[in-house]
Nanobody, 119 residues
Framework: QLQLVESGGGLVQPGGSLRLSCAASGFTYTIGWFRQAPGKEREGVSCIRGSSGSTNYADSVKGRFTISRDNAKNTVYLQMNSLKPEDTAVYYC???????????????WGKGTLVTVSS
């Protein structure tokens, strides 16, 4: 059973930055960051492939968020810059060994960390 633990959420002002971390015990997996705002469906934010290291981003975060991984620490990061109030959500990391990186396709999920962007 793969375990995922997120950290790094909190309250930040608009325009600020946060870095989320996802500690994962199985590092050949594809890791994705997803978010769910109140009253909305869970949506994909960014993914990084375990085999190739290739990345992808939702249009809403392109140019502001960066996903990366540290193999030595078994950790995937989501650097979030120029945060906006609409980025407020619970952020989850999730993992899958094969297949698409999508909310319906992930095999393992963390419990989430809350990000609030507000002045």
């Amino acid at each position: 059973q793969l375990q995922l633990v997120e950290s790094g959420g909190g309250l930040v002002q608009p325009g600020g930055s946060l870095r989320l971390s996802c500690a994962a015990s199985g590092f050949t997996y594809t890791i994705g960051w997803f978010r769910q705002a109140p009253g909305k469906e869970r949506e994909g934010v960014s993914c990084i492939r375990g085999s190739s290291g290739s990345t992808n981003y939702a249009d809403s975060v392109k140019g502001r968020f960066t996903i990366s991984r540290d193999n030595a620490k078994n950790t995937v990061y989501l650097q979030m810059n120029s945060l906006k109030p609409e980025d407020t959500a619970v952020y989850y990391c999730a993992a899958v060994s094969l297949g698409p990186c999508s909310p319906g396709g992930m095999s393992y999920w963390g419990k989430g960390t809350l990000v609030t962007v507000s002045s």
